[in-house]
């Protein structure tokens, strides 16, 4: 604080100080605050808001409760976002490992280019590049159609099939990064100790590297869960019009039925649901939240 | 089980930067041998090359007779015991020495019973459930000889374990590490920049500088009998002087140098025209009232050190030639002040002329 008065002086650091507390304040918490207060209130005509009907209760949470249709969707979301956290991490961890303890230094900062060019592009745009590439006459059928491993085009965007690509795609970098800087500190010798003492690579991994990456691999997993649930983007773009993603419910009951209370009340039970979800698999795991903030 | 280690001209090249330059050397088998020299001669990558984390460039690493081309450290009947140790951090003490057996399959009630016998073998009989962050720096050096000593290696591999511990726990780790290594019978070879560590642990000690072996002997040999001017200077205090070689009489030459004429011997492959340096040891300096008959130079005393057993005394001639002097200190010892007028005696027997670089640490002298 100091030192940015000192730097800054008095006025532009108010400057920074007050647009920081309007961002904070005005765009993240006032919003969600006013989404909170309004989950709990019935969805009434304008003329009867605020009458007697407009009595805070848990009716809007019930709602979630008593649809079957609902619960069977999150559960899926749950699942699939499950899937697309191990898939990522399958990607990331070999990836991680070689960066940080294979690589050669000088070509470290090509890679780190060649992962970041993708992201330059807007996630609107790269969800429907892969719309595009998965289509049933798309670029990537006619390539393995044109290569002779498959004999008939293949129905990418079917089911979750095709949010799952587009999801590892969007957030694998989430997952990269946390073990990528996890590995790297740790001290090569305890790699080269292992092997001494007759550590085949396998062994070796499931030993040391991995179980120091562990509070990296955690928080990579737990960005990537949860961004992945909370996606709206790629499950529109590239569900197929039978399954739907639980964000896809919130918007629904937002933008279609006008309900921003039940909405509210669903956004919420994702956040909370997904919580529980997540502290329950790192307690599986034995990761505790103190690893993760390392 | 313990192996010999056979190096055969090896050579070890990075790039254009050759580390390790035609070494040759026969290791026996139950042998303490050291490799001695200074930081960026090439020690720690010849030891690197005999656990098989490198390949040498040139040249055949045998073990056990066995050419190890191509093999893999966890292939290798060796173990390395790291500058930093590198003791898991995530595993109890146990596991940590044990870690080599799960590895060959031994069951877990196996396992343990022999972390904890290894754990009496070196002296921490409580410590298995304890993790690695609660031991000393001493401790920790003895889970990692112990984690080494599991796998039974035939070959010990060991790069300055010592160097991160005080003296005190330095010195009473050295004569441990000895009597662990003649109880197990495993040949040790042992990689460290300290002097006084190589020779008073090794059977034999290699001295290696830029890269080269300059001289395999025991260690008595690499003291008295210094292959070259850069062995002579490493290991152990100088007086340096340089000079030309001007005549030979009775297997001693005369030497002269700006401070006079001495006698002296000739140094291993040194001959008559040779571009040599005389060196003689501080403790065959002797300081006296009386001039000698020969090899004998009047000096000024310039400091005096008084280390309890014995004396160190700094003096100059007039050429400016300084001179360090020791006597035993034998109670009745009298300590010169400084300015005190004195002689220099030696013996030509005790001067040696050798040629070659000397080490940086005595390029001052």
Redesign the interface.
């Known amino acids: 604080m100091s030192d940015l008065l000192n730097r800054y002086g008095g006025l532009l650091t108010a400057i920074f100080i007050l647009l920081t507390a309007f961002w904070l304040l005005m765009l993240v918490i006032l919003p969600n605050i006013y989404l909170f207060e309004n989950s709990f209130r019935p969805y009434l005509p304008v003329n009867e808001m605020g009458g007697p009907k407009d009595v805070y209760s848990l009716n809007n949470y019930l709602t979630f409760f008593k649809s079957p249709i609902h619960m069977n969707v999150f559960v899926w979301t749950i699942i699939y976002s499950s899937l697309v956290t191990l898939i990522c991490f399958i990607i990331a961890y070999p990836l991680a490992y070689y960066m940080s303890k294979i690589a050669p230094d000088r070509i470290i900062p090509t890679l780190f280019l060649l992962l970041f060019v993708p992201l330059w592009v807007s996630e609107v745009l790269r969800s429907f590049a892969w719309f595009i590439i998965l289509a049933l006459k798309g670029p990537l059928n006619s390539t393995l159609l044109g290569l002779g491993i498959i004999e008939a085009p293949v129905r990418w965007i079917m089911g979750f099939r095709g949010v799952v690509i587009g999801l590892v795609y969007t957030y694998v970098l989430f997952m990269l990064f946390p073990i990528y800087n996890a590995i790297q500190s740790l001290?090569t010798?305890?790699i080269?100790?292992?092997?001494?003492?007759?550590?085949?690579w396998w062994?070796t991994h499931l030993?040391?590297i991995l179980?120091?990456s562990k509070p990296g691999i955690a928080s990579g997993a737990v960005m990537v869960f949860m961004l992945s649930a909370g996606s709206i983007l790629v499950p529109t773009l590239l569900a197929s019009t039978t399954s739907r993603w639980f964000t896809e419910i919130i918007q629904q009951w937002m933008f279609e039925s006008q309900d921003w209370n039940t909405g509210s009340a669903y956004a919420f039970l994702l956040l909370i649901l997904c919580t529980v979800f997540v502290s329950v698999v790192m307690r599986v795991f034995r990761v505790k939240l103190s690893d993760i903030a390392k | 089980m313990s192996a010999g280690v056979e190096l055969d001209n090896v050579t070890m090249e990075f790039g254009s930067f050759r580390a390790v330059d035609n070494v040759s050397v026969n290791i026996q088998p139950g042998e303490f041998f050291s490799f001695l020299g200074p930081s960026g001669c090439g020690k720690t990558t010849i030891l690197r090359m005999i656990s098989g984390f490198i390949q040498p460039t040139k040249g055949l690493v045998k073990i056990g007779g066995k050419d190890m081309q191509g093999a893999r450290p966890n292939q290798r009947p060796t173990a390395l015991i790291f500058q930093n140790l590198a003791l898991f951090p995530l595993m109890p003490v146990w596991e940590n020495i044990a870690f080599g057996l799960e590895v060959r399959g031994v069951d877990k009630a196996k396992r343990r019973a022999r972390a904890e016998e290894l754990l009496r073998l070196v002296d921490l009989p409580d410590a298995a459930d304890k993790r690695v962050s609660q031991l000393s720096g001493g401790q920790k050096q003895r889970v990692a000889i112990a984690r080494a000593l599991a796998v039974e290696p035939s070959v010990m591999l060991l790069d300055e374990p010592l160097s991160a511990l005080d003296l005190k726990l330095r010195q009473h780790m050295r004569a441990e590490l000895r009597a662990i290594q003649k109880r197990t019978q495993v040949t040790f070879i042992y990689i460290t920049h300290d002097q006084g560590e190589a020779l008073a642990m090794s059977d034999r000690v290699g001295v290696m500088s830029h890269g080269k072996l300059q001289q395999v002997a025991v260690p008595q040999d690499i003291y008295n009998n210094p292959a070259n001017g850069f062995v002579a200077s490493f290991v152990g205090e100088n007086n340096i002087l340089s000079g030309d070689i001007t005549g030979e009489e009775g297997g001693l030459v005369s030497f002269a140098t700006p401070s006079g004429t001495f006698s002296a011997r000739l140094g291993p492959g040194v001959s008559k025209g040779a571009k040599a340096r005389l060196f003689l040891r501080p403790e065959h300096a002797r300081l006296s009232t009386e001039a000698g008959k020969e090899n004998s130079v009047p000096v000024e005393v310039t400091d005096v050190a008084f280390e309890g057993n014995f004396i160190s005394v700094h003096s100059v001639d007039a050429k400016g030639q300084t001179y360090i002097s020791e006597a035993r200190n034998d109670g009745s010892a009298v300590i010169p002040g400084r300015g005190d007028k004195r002689h220099i005696v030696f013996e030509g027997q005790h001067a040696v002329l050798l040629t070659g670089d000397i080490s940086a640490k005595d390029v001052d002298e």
Do not use: F, I, T
């Open positions: 001290d010798n305890q080269e100790a292992a092997e001494d003492l007759g550590s085949p062994r030993r040391v179980p120091h």
